[in-house]
């Protein structure tokens, strides 16, 4: 139980990796942590997602809008996932405002005593805040590798990459990497 009193997030939305997705759900369980699923809520008390290969549904209660900073601070880590989930995030209403979970993102930026982690396709959802990886080494799918270099990241040819309190992971495939590693460093935390 190397995480017990350890709060870790992670954004969900549809079009999620259902094997990431599960393999978070037990293995960060698995060593004691308070795992917290959220998402953009649009004023409803609960959403139902769906996943991307099997269409396996996921029910969300809990939304980042309106978190508090005290709460944001009691996370331990936040995690982007892979897949279609930081895409389908980063929709604003309004294209001249950054998305309200890039925002939610960049808070969670702004306290180094949260770990971020960030998998894949969760790139995406710095796009209208590339400020967070400018000079930062990272990892992400190769699809995403002209990205990285676009927001100015320092790109690795690696499955997963540390730099502080900055995770990333190649794909989802490499979840069980990327979770090790965060359960890693949050333990000596």
């Known amino acids: 139980m190397k995480l017990k009193g350890k709060k870790i997030g992670i954004l ?11 393999y978070y759900h037990y293995r960060f369980l698995e060593e004691g942590a308070e795992l917290h699923f959220m998402t953009r809520l649009w004023g409803q008390p609960s ?5 991307h290969e099997y269409h396996a549904p996921f029910e969300c209660n ?11 601070k009691s996370f331990a880590a936040i995690i982007v996932p892979s897949a279609m989930v930081s895409d389908r995030l980063r929709y604003t209403e309004n294209v ?17 005593s949260i770990i971020k ?27 995403l590798h002209g990205d990285a270099i676009a927001y100015g990241a320092i790109y690795r040819d690696e499955d997963v990459v540390i730099d502080g309190d900055l995770i990333t992971g190649r794909t989802g495939a490499h979840a069980h990497l990327f979770a090790r590693t965060i359960i890693d460093r949050l333990s000596i935390s």
């Open 12 to 22: 969900i939305e549809s079009d999620f990796y259902e094997h990431e997705i599960w």
């Open 47 to 51: 959403i139902t997602f769906k996943g």
């Open 62 to 72: 809990e939304s980042f809008e309106g978190m508090d900073d005290q709460t944001l």
């Open 96 to 112: 001249n405002q950054i998305p309200p979970a890039t925002e939610f993102l960049k808070r969670a930026f702004s306290q180094p």
């Open 117 to 143: 982690g960030i998998i894949c396709h969760g790139l995406w959802l710095v796009a209208p805040a590339p400020e967070l990886v400018k000079g930062r080494p990272l990892t992400c799918h190769n699809n």
